[in-house]
Structures are given as structure tokens and as C-alpha cells.
């Protein structure tokens, strides 16, 4: 690539988003699009635009469809979408503070109950859909590498687990899963109905289960989101995402 890489970063929240920039320290300016603007920053490699794209997979993959398309119609598409933010973590493999990156993207929760003791149908079963969209895989080896953490499944799920019933039931249908949270899926559509790739990258704040916020560890997670794009921007910079 004879260009500087153009590198679609969404979060969920603001706080997220502005973890991400301090790991650049470089000057930044906003840039309006349709739903929230885009704080965009250039490095010697690439040019970054960090997008709040709501919560939930249905904002996720709205905010982030606006912006590909933005770029589309400007003549300047993307050319990797990153999903990233903070997240709940399976323990014991992936602890409060650490990094996982996805070897797949999965909506856990987007199908039905079956009421004949098969329990969770997903789309797919049904005929229709899809469930996983899986980044490429180089790239994967690349990031995880680089920041020296486990790859593994992230779950999108519509309603953070709560419960240790829930967080077992998950990892039962999902036993590579690392971590769970609410946008990487919809992300993961915007980036698939405009053939991108996608990367998800998530710092652990919470573990996965019962819920007490006594446990949670917010300010530790933004920090390890700042060092992790500290880390791996310059991988990314180094090639072209296949």
C-alpha cells in the first residue's frame, strides 16, 4: 500500500474513544458525519478516525455503517474497521485488566428459546442470518502478538450477563469465548456489507457473571485500552490488512 493506511476505530462511549487518542498524543480535529463526528488523528502510517458509535449492536452497526459510507462517497474508504472498548472477561482466561483479541465476532444472543428442551436456537439454525464474522486471522496473530494476550471468541450480547447461570450457559455454546460486550457484532455487520475487515480489541473491567460493581475495574481497563493502542497502532501501520 503506497498510502497511509485508513483505520476506522468504534467505540461504544466517549471515555472509550478518548482512552484510544491519548495512546497517539499527536494533534486531532473532528470531522462531522451523520450521528456522532469523528475525532480524526494522522500518524506517519495511517490516518485514524475514532467514532463514539452508541450502545448496543444496533447503534454500533449504525454509527459505524454512516461513517464507512461517508468515506465511501468521499473517495477515501477504509481500509480496517477496529472494533474496541472495554468488556466483561471468562474467568480464569481472561483476568480483570488484561487484553483479548477476537478470533471471532459472535452475536450470543441473536436467535430464539426452542420450547422443546433444545434450548438456544441461533439465527442460523433457523435458516437465516449470520452469527460469527471471523477477522483475518494474520492480522489476529499480529495484534495478539504484539500485545501479548490470548485470542479467542467475543461475544455481543444485547444484555450483559448478570448471573453465574448466564456466564455458564455462554461459555457451554461458546467454549473459546474470552470476553462479552454489547457493539462488536454490529460493527462487524457495518464492516462485512462494505467488505472490510474487522479487528476486535477488548480490555477486561469486569468478569464475566454475577453482577457487583465492587468488581469492577474501569479506570484499569481504559488504561490498558490507551497502552494497547500504544502497542499495536505501528503493527498495523506495517501492512495491509488481508
Excluded at 22 to 39: K, S
Excluded at 162 to 167: Q, V
Excluded at 224 to 239: H, I, N, Q, Y
Aim: glycine fraction near 12%.
Amino acid at each position: 500500500m503506497t498510502r497511509p493506511l485508513r483505520v476506522l476505530v468504534a467505540t461504544a462511549v466517549p471515555v472509550e474513544r478518548d482512552a484510544v487518542a491519548v495512546a497517539f498524543r499527536t494533534e486531532q480535529r473532528e470531522v462531522p458525519v451523520p450521528g456522532a463526528p469523528l475525532r480524526r488523528l494522522t500518524t506517519p502510517g495511517a490516518r485514524w478516525d475514532l467514532l463514539a458509535a452508541g450502545v448496543g449492536p444496533a447503534a454500533a452497526a449504525s454509527g459505524t455503517a454512516s461513517a464507512l459510507t461517508a468515506a465511501a462517497l468521499d473517495g477515501a474508504p477504509y481500509d480496517l474497521v477496529v472494533s474496541t472498548g472495554i468488556g466483561g472477561g471468562f474467568a480464569p482466561d481472561a483476568p480483570v485488566g488484561s487484553l483479548v483479541v477476537a478470533d471471532a465476532i459472535t452475536a450470543a444472543d441473536l436467535g430464539a428459546e426452542a420450547g422443546d428442551g433444545a434450548g438456544f436456537l441461533p439465527v442460523t439454525e433457523l435458516g437465516f442470518g449470520t452469527v460469527t464474522h471471523t477477522p483475518p486471522a494474520p492480522l489476529v496473530r499480529a495484534v495478539a502478538g504484539a500485545l501479548g494476550c490470548p485470542t479467542g471468541g467475543v461475544l455481543t450480547v444485547s444484555t450483559v450477563t448478570g448471573t453465574a447461570a448466564r456466564a455458564a450457559d455462554l461459555r457451554t455454546r461458546h467454549p473459546g469465548a474470552l470476553a462479552e460486550a454489547m457493539e462488536g457484532f454490529g460493527v462487524a455487520e457495518a464492516a462485512a456489507a462494505h467488505g472490510r475487515p474487522v479487528l476486535e480489541i477488548r480490555a477486561v473491567s469486569n468478569p464475566v457473571g454475577p453482577r457487583d460493581r465492587s468488581a469492577w475495574r474501569i479506570a484499569d481497563a481504559l488504561d490498558a485500552l490507551t497502552d494497547a493502542f500504544g502497542t499495536c497502532a505501528p503493527v498495523l501501520e506495517s501492512g495491509e490488512p488481508s
